[in-house]
């Protein structure tokens, strides 16, 4: 599979959703070379016996992986099971674009808490650079370790960042974020609340408030960006679609400022974002914005001269995994930033 | 098709769903005899020629119907639409159960502001009654014109009762209701927006912040029960399911309070309301709590001392608009306030 | 709970669908007292514990049913595990409906060879009776055991019948049964099959020709009727909806025969029963004829003069399995027969 | 927009799903440059006026389609409204990818038949040449008027052509096409039927037997195979999904032959074809097959000796009717035949 000036690419956990899709995104992509994929439920198989594909990608047992032939992994697993695999990624050598939650926070502590195990390496906890390239480009150009954001804090984030820098945001008002988000999000692994039958023609809140764990990788970065992240509010929902997340975000402002100023803001911010779609005044984003794609869509809309309402669509699948991985990749490499995931 | 000792009732506007809903469940109810149902498009018909039922009943032009033979009427018509038909029952003496929005605001001015039109009746305007029998009980009882609400005020009201009751809230802080309804609450004509296509796989916000004409009688009640409806913001949105609502609903206490005593509250207003499923503390409400039911369920999360999350679901075709039709029909008629409804 | 009366019930295995389904249809039903509900896995709790409803019913474990208090008891077991409570039951002369397809198979052999296990009371097999009340209606009334269908034969062979009745089939032409099922009627464990993502937005066909093990149940009733059960080819899919089965029946006739001769056959046999719907001559049945009913609804195609289209519609929870089980009961006690389920 | 060396591509009818879709194939294909694109109802807007996209393409009026600037055009019209333009198309010698069914027939007296008009220009109609690249590449690589399939004879005739072509089929015995198709079949047009109310949670069949449309265009290939025509019969299904199609296909053999050799068969003809997938034997193909592509997944399963069962697999909008377009757009202009569609 081997093939000169192409960069050579390991996926460990092909068979979740993030991993098909990581690898969907990687066969198209004009300068990678996929070297292995890893499964440990169908090593010894193909990737066309779990989905219905037609392409034979062999699967192989994570311990098995040729990690001296790869330029960079990406890990695919869920949290926990990442560590040691990106710990023995990171020992060969090879740079590593990690979707799973273990490398987000940048404190151990911080971690255990929410995940409820003890951090394996937190000495590469400090080098890894959170990924979101509309905000971190310059680092994660350099970084060896991506920690890939997870879908709500993308698609919440990215809605925040414009008004957070710029000092807009009344610090003692509640920011919150109502998320809609599609199974897929939950994984692969059944289980009653993803049956069929129990999710179709249902819409179910969860883990609401504060108690969700994807708060922490939030406040993080709502505190970085100058915000108070004690305010924040999170409540996630499950809706009956296969992939699509949606945040209405609702926040207050510190001064009256007219919509056109706030939508000003955004254009300035992102209009040159390859992968950033900001909808005219007027419009909402919706979950087809970003369907199928790897991009972001947000709408601004103000209520007051106080009040706005934020929508921030991504496909969870995409923007919020592994299409955001494959930009993150891009910009690791230098390449040009949509490339495969156009 | 009369019967001694059974209540006569008419419907007009039997082809939309929540004229058929309000049919299928007076076919199932012990006291009512149905004299007729109208229907301008299929004037002349049956109700199975436009539903897939076995049932045969009749439909007439409302020009048509018999309002000598009746003791009440259910108007399933649209805004607008339903003002003539109710003045025409009232003016025969006949009772009316108005499930449009046309008799719900008190003022005419405010009517004319949201529904572009004039109102035809503002005498009558002061003689309905809205019905939210679990708050408007003893007016139910002995209005001749009962207003029956609109689902997502329903939703958001019955949640919001007992603290605005209790002047629990911060009156200077904003009440957030981000709500999510089934497709059937945009009717039964076919457009765009609801197609299947559209509509599958998607999930749209629409008229967000205070933009919705729900706004308005939302806040009508708001106020008079000792809020403030300035503070209302209100975000509906479209989600790819037959029946159902879920508000998420946001508020900010006057006062810290312990969870079990916001909790205490609620079980203690609504604990012996038969329609009214108020969760454990713990426990969220979901869609599937109320689907295909006429009850309201309700959930209480406190995020701090001073923030409350409630979840209020409904199925927007039951307690959202026939099934409650059918309640304050009961509460009128002095017939136990669940027959035909359980 | 005991009522004067009143029947009184048990219901063995009350968390899968059909139980739960089952016990929502006895809770309305004028002449039952539910005496008992069985769970394993929620034993000492409580029905609402497991499935969104408020209603407190308290589960119990098999092993602790008191089946001296009970008239009759439905198994809502799976396959294999219904045979023991059904043994057991009759031991203590207790009327059975069992909903499993334990005792539908008049021939052990023939059971052991679809259900891979050798059958537990082969005495008790002679005494059982098929509960299609539309063609058994007689020996239903009488049985002390009653095998109620699986929900692919119901739509097959209700709407067979009337020509295997009347002899009108070409004996040595294929019976195709092409049939779509809701997930519901996979049950509530989860598996990847059932999982939302896989089952949305998907179409699967599954032991197509004549591998699935209900060929043998209606090749069973085909036989009986005078067909040849080795001409059906039935092919099952599994579509995206949670309630609802259809099943395209395309049969050769004998001789040529006019589409009106054709439905007058049905609507003289079906014409009476309560729970049939036949449609009118050139409409055809869907899903949404019997969603959320206990009706079957079946239309009637004439491609040419020997060829035939037969729809046949039922909701797999309703007619397919517990509104049958429900009707069944009626019979077997001499109620009105759509006591519960209209 | 025009582009040294790239081929020149104009599209009319842009606003429909299938205009739409064609288009965002074009937007990547590595050979195209697209000039034009019109919508009548959206002329002088953009395509993201009407379609969640950031890309502004410009829409005009078909009456001001620059036809001496490109190559080629699409027509993404109705049947009927296509004529016109193809007419027109071809007269200003450009050539024509014509995805109506306005060409399909090869009669002017079978068009006007079915569709109920008389056909325009019958001259035209002999030099177009029907699109399965699969049986007809030769022609299309010659030919100026293209004729793209329907969805449904796609389906259909690439799974029934080995069997046509080696004489295998009982040519006495019925053809039975069960299909199942997803809603945007059905065109972006708003009407009861696909409305998502109607449409959600249901199953319907509709124009069974030999009364749609499609039959006309499958009749004439399989009779051009050395099929008989007479003895198909078809059966569409409309179900709850966006995108995708399923027919489930029951033939008679003419003598007894093993499924070894009739997947032999599939395996010889279509092997190497890059938008075939035949699967192994003991797999079924299911509409997540072929979701999102371009390709045609077949099964084969055999049920007796004589007796057998295809499932074939597209993508309504893929290789069901944009992919298939571009397909032979690729072919007519020699390149290599996944480009832009892979």
Known sequence: MTTNSKINVGVFGASGYTGFETISLLRRHPS?????????STAGGSLSDIYPVPWDIPLIAAAD???SKVDVVFCCLPHGASMP?????????VRV?????????????????WYGVAHESPALLDSAVYGL??????????????????CYPTSVLLALAPLLQAGLLDTTAPIIADSKSGVS???????????????????????????HR?????AQVIDALGGDSERLIFSPHLVPINRGMLSTIYVTLAEDTAAAAIHGLYTEMYGREPLLHILPLGQLATMAHT????????????????????CSSIDNLGKGAAGQAVQNFNVMFGLAETDGIQ
């Not at 674009?97 to 808490?113: G, M, P, V």
């Not at 680092?139 to 920690?147: G, K, Y």
């Open 32 to 40: 990678t070379n996929l070297v292995f994929a890893t499964s440990e």
């Open 65 to 67: 992986a040729p990690l």
């Open 85 to 93: 695999a990106v710990i023995a990624a990171r020992a060969a050598g």
């Open 97 to 113: 674009i990690d979707l799973s939650a273990d490398f987000r926070l940048t404190q151990a502590d911080i971690y255990q808490k």
């Open 133 to 150: 390239p509309e905000l971190f480009r310059a680092q994660i150009a350099e970084t060896d370790l991506l920690a890939n954001p997870g």
């Open 185 to 211: 999000g939950a994984g692969r692994k059944p289980s009653l609340k993803t049956h069929f039958v129990e999710a179709n023609e249902n819409l179910s809140p969860y883990n609401i408030g504060r108690s």
């Open 214 to 218: 994807h708060v922490a990788e939030m």
């Open 291 to 310: 369907q199928h794609t790897n991009r972001c869509a947000i709408s601004v809309t103000s209520v007051s001269p106080r009040q706005l309402i934020l």
